[in-house]
């Protein structure tokens, strides 16, 4: 019980909220990068390494005008070595999370926690759609657009996941009777 109220507490609050919303991008990224064949690894640390240079140059200006030279050298030196571990830590750290083998796997765990503790807000049923549209999971989708549209009938991203929805369910093999309940219940849902 106690950790149920503490879970409770912390899942609600709107910074984990926004924490596991990205989170669950970042995994359909991803996944997303995966599918295409992309290097997500390269793109992500080359972004790094280019918006941490002009930075770097100017701490290392505003640095050298403030100390003696001498000074100024040693303080470079240590820097250097002081932004070479903090950017391998962080390449472990993001290998970590990107070195995962299912990324929609990890994703489903936030998804099903934004479910449970955030069930009025539109983005919670978007991400969900989002990700069991890429789970080929039909019924799901149209359960978390069905819940999106009762809240948010003028959203464009569920209009959008709508439509994706509809071209997975005219392409995919399933069952007459699985197409056919999930084409009228499309047609149901605001347009």
């Known amino acids: 019980s106690t950790q149920s109220t503490w879970e409770r507490r912390s ?3 709107k910074f984990y909220f926004r924490a596991a919303v990205r989170i669950v991008r970042g995994y359909l990224e991803i996944f997303d990068a995966l599918e295409k064949g992309d290097d997500l690894h390269a793109k992500v640390i080359g972004k790094k390494k280019d918006e941490a240079n002009p930075a770097d140059e100017t701490q290392k200006a505003s640095k050298g005008k403030s100390k003696g030279k001498a ?3 040693d303080s470079d030196d240590e820097d250097e070595e002081d932004t070479e571990a903090r950017a391998a830590a962080k390449a472990q750290e993001y290998n970590m999370h990107v070195a995962t083998e299912d990324p929609l796997g990890a994703a489903d765990r936030f998804v099903d926690s934004l479910q449970r503790f955030h069930p009025g807000l539109a983005e ?3 991400l969900a759609s989002e990700l069991y549209l890429r789970q080929k999971k039909p019924l799901l989708v149209l359960k978390c657009l069905t819940a ?3 809240i ?3 959203s464009d991203a569920l209009k959008n996941v709508r439509g994706r929805l509809e071209e997975q369910v005219k392409s995919a093999e399933l069952p007459q009777a699985l197409k056919a309940a999930v084409t009228s219940q499309l047609l149901k849902l605001a347009v």
Request: cysteine-free; charged content about 25%; hydrophobic content about 20%.
């Open 11 to 13: 899942h609600g609050h």
């Open 152 to 154: 948010d009938p003028t």
């Open 71 to 73: 000074r100024v050298k």
């Open 124 to 126: 919670t049923h978007i």
């Open 148 to 150: 999106g549209f009762k």
